[in-house]
């Protein structure tokens, strides 16, 4: 008799076990799709980092190596180089993104947290206040962004002209533009979001 109670606890037990998994994943699946838009800006900015670092480079080399009066030119046959890149490559690490989700960020989920925090967890990216918070994200980055150009233009413009003058320098190329040297170039931009 004493053999059969333990055994009925025993699936007991594991039949509430069974539940509670089934329950967290599906607590997981919810954070998951909640998440997915940031999970979609993160693989679209890993997919468009390799552009930017070459477009900036580009940009660089297009000051100093291609005639003036065919920058513009080689300019918008980059942009466009680029832009089908982008088209091509983002949808695909996005849908990447998406489709490994639940094997990486969903098991760390469902590692780490309990139903109980998983449940509070929604609670919180589902609540009017964080999407509110949410949405001003850029707006505050921006804001924040602007002023600190603003107040460091003066520090770093300099150091920036130093830096670009002692690689170029060191790449053995011409200095940069007197326009450049003498400070009237256009003044940094924050990047937005």
């Known amino acids: ?59 660089i080399v297009l000051q100093s190596k291609v005639a003036a009066d065919k920058r513009e030119a080689v300019a918008k046959d980059i942009q466009a180089d680029v832009k089908k890149y982008v088209d091509e490559v983002v949808p695909l690490v996005r849908e990447q993104a998406v489709s490994v989700a639940p094997s990486t960020v969903g098991a760390l989920l469902e590692e780490k947290f309990t139903e109980d925090e998983l449940k509070q967890l929604i609670a919180i990216i589902e609540s009017p206040v964080n999407r509110k918070f949410l949405q001003l994200g850029g707006e505050m980055q921006k804001a924040l962004l602007d002023k600190v150009v603003t107040q460091t233009q003066g ?39």
């Open 1 to 59: 008799m004493k053999k059969l109670l333990v055994i009925a606890l025993l699936a007991l037990a594991s039949g509430a076990q069974a539940e509670s998994t089934a329950a967290k994943k599906e607590l997981v699946a919810k954070v998951l799709l909640l998440q997915r838009p940031a999970i979609e800006q993160a693989a679209q900015a890993l997919a468009e980092r390799p552009a930017a670092q070459m477009m900036q480079q580009a940009g």
């Open 155 to 193: 520090v770093i413009e300099p150091k920036i002209r130093a830096l670009e003058q002692s690689i170029s320098k060191q790449l053995g190329l011409p200095a940069p533009s007197a326009a450049a040297a003498k400070g009237t170039r256009p003044p940094v931009k924050a990047a937005s979001k």
